[in-house]
């Protein structure tokens, strides 16, 4: 059964740092790019970062750049989203999801757009409040 499975979620206060992680079952994620998407209460489900397993580069939102670092672990088919300098605006059900291919872009797909990745996990819960 291909499976992909987010956790890490917490409250955390503004300032904090969480890691998330997205553990793959039945299948490789070597074989795929892997993105972090998030979703808040009311808005539209938007990217955060992508990961290319073809050649290793990574690809952030500009609101995360710097804060937010996108890394994998093969050993373990998991991908990790570690994330620092919390903000409120940071509050979301994060998701991550497979790529159709093992690079973020391809021929007719953009990275930032969720209808171009298959495999969604079921989210983890981040919240930053004081």
């Known amino acids: 059964q291909v499976q992909l499975v987010e956790s890490g979620g917490a409250l955390v206060q503004p300032g904090g740092s969480l890691r998330l992680s997205c553990t793959a079952s039945g299948f490789s994620l070597e074989n795929y790019a892997i993105g972090w998407f998030r979703q808040a209460p009311g808005q539209e489900r938007e990217v955060v970062s992508c990961s290319s397993s073809s050649d290793g580069s990574t690809l952030y939102a500009f609101s995360v750049q710097g804060r937010f670092t996108i890394s994998s672990d093969n050993a373990k088919n998991t991908v990790y989203l570690q994330m620092s300098r919390l903000t409120p605006e940071d509050t979301a059900v994060y998701y991550c999801?497979?790529?159709?291919?093992?690079?973020?872009?391809?021929?007719?797909?953009?990275?930032?757009?969720?209808?171009?990745?298959?495999?969604w996990g079921q989210g983890t819960q981040v919240t930053v409040s004081s």
């Open positions: 999801a497979t790529a159709r291919g093992r690079a973020c872009n391809g021929p007719g797909r953009h990275w930032s757009t969720p209808r171009v990745y298959d495999n």
